[in-house]
């Protein structure tokens, strides 16, 4: 199984809801990754997990809750979103390789619409 | 931290003609460079990607280019043909941070038939 795959596609939630977006691989990959991307802009990182343990946050708001359950699953909780957090959430993944190519797979994305 | 700045942002071309997108990046640190391209509604994916140690590098009809003194990078495509048109994403990473890699703003790609 070469891909990322990600649950639900689409995801409508009011701004008191709690809602969590799934992501999962079986390439064996150590690296996990959530990125935010909007409209005509490139991927944001947000985190990223190393061997299932959270090695970078980029200053993403406590309203997202990422979770790393095992080495092919990947989890964001949402709680209590904004209208501008309204964007396509893509998961990533890539191998650890020592030398310093890190491909990194995307999954199809959640299209997230907040209301 | 990286910043990645890619030009030009929209690029229009006739079908067979060659087409450039040029990258500069800041962080003299970072070693890997890959080159994404994002279908409308589809997910980025690798589509070419470059090391430090290696100035250049080819696969069939698109080509990598690597400055590391002036820390500029650009993607080559030959023979452009309509299936081309995307948006392309150049990046920037190291290996220091699990491979986390800074990504420019991205060029709109149209390949007229």
New interface residues.
């Given amino acids: 199984d070469t891909e990322v795959t990600q649950t639900p596609k689409h995801l409508v939630m009011g701004m008191t809801n709690k809602k969590s977006l799934k992501c999962e691989q079986h390439m064996g990959h150590r ?1 996990m990754y959530w990125y935010k991307q909007k409209a ?6 947000m985190f ?3 061997y299932e343990k959270l ?2 946050n980029e200053s993403v708001p406590s309203r997202f809750s990422p979770e790393c359950p095992n080495s092919s699953l990947l989890n964001l909780h949402l709680h209590a979103l904004q209208p501008e957090d309204s964007a396509l959430y ?1 998961c990533a993944s ?1 191998p ?1 390789l ?12 959640t299209r997230l619409t907040v209301l | 931290g990286e910043n990645v700045e890619q030009h030009p942002s929209t690029l229009s071309v006739q079908e067979g003609d060659s087409a450039v997108i040029k990258c500069t990046y800041s962080d003299s640190a970072s ?2 460079f ?1 080159w ?1 391209k994002q279908e409308l509604g ?5 589509i070419i ?1 470059i ?2 140690n290696v100035g250049e590098k080819k696969d069939q009809r698109i080509a990598v280019t690597l400055n590391k003194t002036a820390k500029h990078f650009s993607l080559h495509i030959t023979e452009t043909q309509p299936e081309d048109s995307a ?1 392309y ?1 150049c990046a920037a ?3 220091t ?10 060029t709109t790609l149209t390949v007229k038939p």
Avoid: M
Wanted: no cysteine; glycine share 14%; charged share 20%.
């Fill in positions: 690296a005509k802009k490139p991927p944001e990182l990223v997990y190393s090695s970078i893509l890539s650890i020592a030398g310093g190519r890190h491909e990194q797979f995307f999954g199809p994305g | 070693n890997y890959p994404y589809k997910r980025p994916q690798l990607d090391r430090s948006v994403f990473g190291d290996n941070n699990a491979g986390k890699s800074t990504f420019g703003d991205g």
